[in-house]
C-alpha cells in the first residue's frame, strides 16, 4: 500500500525495502536530530549531566535494526492483504467523504490507544512476555532518542500492528493511515528524549514515558492517560519523587514541581489531583 502511494510496484521485496529502508531513514534522521540538539548541542540546558555510554548507545542502535527489519518481516502478510484488496483501505477521499477523513482520526486514536495499553500493560503483567518480548526496551531505564526504537521485533510489531489492522475493521484513508504510522515515529522519538514542551496531564508526554522506564509499570499509554488513569498504572511527572535522581526529568528554568513525595513505588503510587 506505501508503496503504491509512492508509485512502486506492490511486491514482497519492493514492500519490505520500503518498511526496513524507509523506516530506517526516517528513525534514524529524526533519532540523530533529537540526539544532536538535547544531548549535545544545548545539553547545558537539557541534559547537563548527561554521558555517553558507548556500549549501551552500540546496543540500543543495534535493536533499533533488528527491530526495524524483524518488523518489516512481521507487518509484510498485513501489507499484502491491504494489497489485495481484503481490507478496507480506501485512496479517494470521495468514496467515504470528508465528514468521515475527519471522523476516522477520531476513531482511529480511540481503536489505537485502548489495544496498544491493553497490549503494554500484557507485556508488563505476563512474566514470559516480560522476559522475552518486552524486557529488550526496558534495559535503557533512562532513556534516550536512540532507545525509542530499540525493540525486540515481536514487541514493536504487536504494538504497532494496530495502526496496521484498523482498516480490517473500518474504513482508512491510506494518506490518515501513512499519517498515523509516521507520527507515531515522531511521537516514539520525542517521548524518549527526556525533553518535555507540551505538560497538559491527559496526555501521555515525555516526561510520562520517562518515568515508565524509571519505574516499568505505570503510564502504560500510547498517546493519552486515560486508560493508566482508568486502571491505576498512572504516575504524575508533575511532583518529585524522591528515588529519581535530578535530571531525570527534565525541568525547564525556573519550572517547580507542584508537591514532592516519596518513592512510586514504596508510597503505593499515591498522586495528587491534577
Known amino acids: ?23 530506517m531513514l526516517y528513525f534514524f534522521s529524526l533519532a540523530s536530530i533529537s540526539y ?10 537539557f541534559h547537563p549531566t548527561y554521558e555517553l555510554d558507548r556500549t549501551e548507545m552500540k546496543s540500543a542502535i543495534k535493536w533499533v535494526i533488528i527491530g526495524i527489519v524483524g518488523n518489516g518481516l512481521l ?38 490507544e485502548t489495544l496498544i495499553y491493553w497490549t503494554h500493560w500484557a507485556f508488563h503483567k505476563s512474566p514470559f512476555l516480560w522476559k522475552y518480548v518486552h524486557e529488550r526496551h526496558h534495559k535503557y531505564r533512562v532513556p534516550q532518542p536512540y532507545s525509542a526504537l530499540s525493540f525486540n521485533p515481536m514487541d514493536s510489531f504487536l504494538q504497532a500492528v494496530p495502526h496496521h489492522i484498523a482498516a480490517f475493521f473500518f474504513p482508512v484513508h491510506a494518506g490518515i493511515y501513512v499519517a498515523s504510522v ?19 496531564p491527559w496526555l501521555n508526554y515525555t516526561d510520562h514515558h520517562t518515568l515508565h522506564h524509571w519505574y516499568s509499570d505505570f503510564n502504560l499509554g500510547q498517546y493519552f492517560t486515560f486508560w493508566d488513569r482508568l486502571v ?7 511532583i518529585d519523587y524522591e528515588d529519581v535522581p535530578p535530571g531525570i526529568i527534565y525541568r525547564p528554568h525556573g519550572a517547580q514541581p507542584r508537591s514532592t513525595a516519596p518513592s512510586a ?8 489531583a491534577e
Open 1 to 23: 500500500m506505501i508503496a503504491r502511494l509512492l508509485g512502486l510496484p506492490d511486491t514482497p521485496a519492493v514492500m519490505f525495502l520500503v518498511f526496513a529502508g524507509g523506516g
Open 36 to 45: 544532536f540538539l538535547y544531548f549535545k548541542k544545548f545539553k547545558s540546558r
Open 75 to 112: 507487518m509484510l502478510p498485513i501489507h499484502l492483504l491491504i494489497a489485495k484488496n481484503y481490507s478496507k483501505m480506501y485512496y479517494d477521499v470521495a468514496d467515504h467523504g470528508w465528514a468521515w477523513m475527519f471522523g476516522q482520526v477520531a476513531v482511529l486514536l480511540v481503536f489505537t
Open 182 to 200: 509516521t507520527f507515531v515515529t515522531l511521537w516514539a522519538v520525542c517521548i524518549h528524549d527526556r525533553v518535555s514542551f507540551v505538560r497538559w
Open 232 to 238: 491505576g498504572t498512572y504516575r504524575s511527572p508533575a
Open 265 to 272: 513505588l514504596a508510597s503505593g503510587g499515591a498522586q495528587p
